[in-house]
């Protein structure tokens, strides 16, 4: 690894993960940057869930380095995991307990003081506009609803670094704009985004983008310097052009 | 600095509470099943259909049949006047025994050293035909020696007393042995349910990208069916001593004591499924696969471990629920003392503490475990 700067919230050099002879994530360099909202953008199936479970610590790489936050993802995961957020791709709060309950229950097992957690909740529901359903069964909300807790019970502990799987599959495009908004806004507060998707619009929203095809990444830069360096009016165009050719 | 445990313990009770359905059966089926088996399946046999064919007709073989209508545990069903009629008897399921006083009876009564009746049984249900064959057998020792009035002596007598439970109850002795089952069943399954079912919804991935520690989550839910399965043996035992009159004779601290390590050790056993299974499917019949039969068949709880074949004998030596049996029908049958069954309580303590011990090992936060 060439730097343990402080200025990369994630470095990752020819990070593999094989699950038996199937190779999911081949040989993928890159780095992000503090602040910065990364963007990954790829079809199902492209690897991107793989390496966010990688980055958090839920499993194990192959071969190849990684840091995130400074830390070894080989040695560090119990380190890495305190200053670390993750919503999954799969809606993962508990049904039967409250909107308050979720979020006194994953600020808890993030060991957070009684007071400070209070607080925290407080803030959060303010954030995300949640005060009217505190009380609610979380069973009963909206698909929407549900994001913003789940992003809510992510964030409950301020980690450095927010890892957001698909979070906005199954979300009206109101509440995924209310979603993005969210998430500037964490950016602008200095928390880094590490984000996978594939809706387009969204790719648009990202500082950077990696573009990832059957568990390589085929491109990388901002949408700008993309969109310009394929000769393309938009991302999505960007992308059929690049995963096209190597499909054929 | 809030112990993280203690969140897993606060959402684990929530669960339960939010769950009343799981809750009622968690109290409700115990019950029944006691219900049941005190009332409905009971190994005591009463009023066993009997016909009698007397082919002496005399005075001491009418001594003999009324002697055998007065006692509760006979019925005579039919009085047969051949041999012939004894086939057709049995087809129709008019009687499951028949009593054959031969011709000779009174005569060989008072003068030969010894005299025989025939007992033909159904043995269509070898374990009815068992018991009532006994009952008959010593229902007879008994009034041949009133009807020969002393010519007969028996040279060897045996007189029967039985301890700890005199009238031979079922109840008495099966609602230890339930309790056993019951605490096993409710503890495992609860528990091995509770963190597959995390694991399917996927709620666990989201704890293990947490700092949390394999033991916190462990223990945190745990915890929660500790108490749950406490209630829950509480109110058998009382619905059981109540409503049945099962004795407790002895210290009922002690009883208390002994199950609560018993229930530390199922626990350890659903959460050592758990942690080995991955869906609740799974889970659940590898806990019925694993505590159920063995708690029903190999604890000594039916069928005596002794009459078992040597290597059933050897498995029978990680039953857990042999071990509370033990305890259990010792202090409640027997008002037996700690230091009586204070070695059962070390196994368990060992059981127990081993599984959860290779289960928190085992317990990977990551989803290659």
Redesign the interface.
């Given at each position: 690894m060439k730097s343990m700067d402080n200025a990369y919230s994630v470095e990752v050099n020819d990070l593999t993960k094989k699950f038996g002879r199937f190779v999911a994530v081949d040989h993928i360099s890159f780095y992000v940057q503090d602040g910065e909202i990364f963007g990954f953008l790829g079809a199902n199936g492209a690897g991107k869930t793989t390496t966010i479970?990688m980055l958090?610590?839920?499993?194990?790489p192959t071969s190849g380095q990684g840091r995130v936050e400074g830390l070894d993802i080989f040695t560090q995961?119990?380190a890495i995991?305190?200053d670390?957020g993750?919503m999954?791709q799969?809606?993962?709060?508990?049904d039967?307990?409250t909107v308050e309950?979720n979020l006194?229950?994953?600020?808890?097992?993030?060991?957070?003081?009684?007071s400070e957690?209070s607080l925290a909740c407080e803030a959060v529901i303010q954030r995300m506009d949640l005060v009217s359903q505190v009380k609610k069964l979380t069973r009963s909300l909206p698909a929407g609803w549900k994001q913003r807790l789940a992003l809510s019970?992510a964030i409950l502990h301020q980690p450095k670094i927010l890892f957001l799987d698909e979070p906005t599959g199954g979300v009206d495009p109101i509440s995924r704009r209310a979603f993005w908004d969210a998430i500037h806004q964490l950016a602008e507060g200095g928390t880094t985004i590490f984000v996978t998707t594939h809706y387009m619009d969204e790719a648009e929203y990202c500082n950077r983008l990696s573009i990832m095809h059957e568990g390589r990444i085929i491109a990388l830069g901002s949408p700008m310097e993309l969109k310009d360096r394929y000769q393309q009016p938009t991302v999505e165009q960007v992308f059929i052009d690049l995963v096209k050719p190597a499909k054929a | 600095?809030?112990?993280?445990i203690?969140?897993?313990l606060?959402?684990e009770f929530?669960?339960i509470w939010?769950?009343p359905y799981s809750l009622l059966i968690v109290f409700l089926f115990p019950m029944m099943m006691i219900l049941l088996y005190g009332y409905a399946i009971t190994f005591d046999i009463k009023y066993i259909p009997l016909a009698i064919l007397d082919q002496d007709r005399s005075p001491a073989s009418q001594q003999l049949v009324e002697k055998l209508t007065s006692s509760n545990y006979f019925r005579i069903t039919a009085r047969l006047q051949d041999r012939r009629a004894i086939e057709p008897g049995f087809l129709h399921r008019r009687m499951s025994a028949v009593l054959v006083i031969p011709p000779d009876f009174d005569r060989r009564l008072t003068s030969r050293p010894e005299t025989s009746v025939q007992l033909i049984m159904d043995g269509a249900n070898a374990n009815t035909a068992m018991i009532a064959m006994n009952y008959l057998k010593s229902f007879l020792t008994r009034t041949t020696l009133e009807l020969n009035q002393g010519l007969l002596a028996t040279p060897l007598e045996i007189e029967p007393r039985i301890w700890y439970n005199p009238d031979l109850k079922s109840t008495h002795f099966v609602v230890p042995g339930l309790i056993a089952i019951l605490m096993m069943m409710i503890c495992a399954m609860l528990t091995s349910l509770t963190i597959s079912r995390e694991r399917e919804?996927?709620?666990l991935?989201?704890?293990?990208?947490?700092?949390?520690r394999p033991v916190e989550i462990i223990i945190g839910k745990v915890a929660p069916y500790i108490l749950l399965a406490f209630l829950d043996a509480m109110a058998i035992l009382g619905f059981s001593h109540w409503v049945f009159g099962v004795p407790i004779r002895g210290s009922l601290a002690l009883l208390v004591f002994f199950m609560l390590i018993y229930i530390y050790a199922s626990l350890s056993l659903g959460v050592f499924i758990s942690s080995r299974t991955r869906t609740q499917q799974a889970a659940l019949f590898a806990a019925m696969l694993g505590t159920l039969l063995p708690s029903v068949l190999l604890s000594g709880f039916v069928f005596p471990i002794a009459s078992m074949p040597r290597v059933l004998q050897w498995v029978t030596y990680i039953v857990p629920a042999k071990y509370f049996l033990i305890q259990a029908r010792g202090v409640m049958l027997k008002g037996v003392g700690f230091d009586y069954l204070y070695l059962p309580t070390v196994f368990l303590l060992i059981f127990g503490t081993l599984l959860l011990a290779v289960s928190v090992k085992r317990f990977k936060?990551?989803?290659?475990g």
């Open positions: 479970r958090c610590g839920l499993i194990r995961t119990e995991k305190q670390i993750y999954s799969k809606f993962s709060l508990y039967d307990l309950e006194v229950f994953y600020g808890g097992i993030y060991g957070m003081p009684s957690l019970c | 600095m809030k112990p993280r203690v969140a897993v606060q959402k929530i669960h939010r769950d919804t996927g709620t991935e989201q704890i293990f990208v947490s700092p949390i936060t990551n989803l290659e």
